[in-house]
């Protein structure tokens, strides 16, 4: 379970939080971008979705799972 209200103030924690996400969900997520942009362009874009989220995965409001977040960044 995300800790939301120490995501906003603790950097580390955020980059631990991001680490999990890649973890978690990067081979889904480069299997879906690949369907549209091909395989090579799909890692990259799956690349640049986790930076997008490293950067405003603070301003996440949880109101839906964040995979729902993650393909709409897709």
């Known amino acids: 379970m995300i800790d ?3 995501l906003r103030t603790d950097g ?3 980059d631990t939080v991001v680490e999990v996400l ?3 969900h990067q081979s889904a997520l480069v299997a879906y971008c ?3 942009v091909g395989i090579a362009l799909g890692e990259d874009v799956a690349q640049q979705v986790f930076f997008v989220v ?3 995965l603070s301003t996440f409001q949880p109101r ?3 995979e729902h977040w993650l393909y709409a960044i897709a």
């Open 54 to 56: 490293w950067q405003k």
């Open 12 to 14: 580390a924690y955020r």
């Open 4 to 6: 939301w209200e120490r």
């Open 22 to 24: 890649v973890t978690k």
């Open 34 to 36: 690949a369907t549209w």
């Open 64 to 66: 839906q799972p964040i």
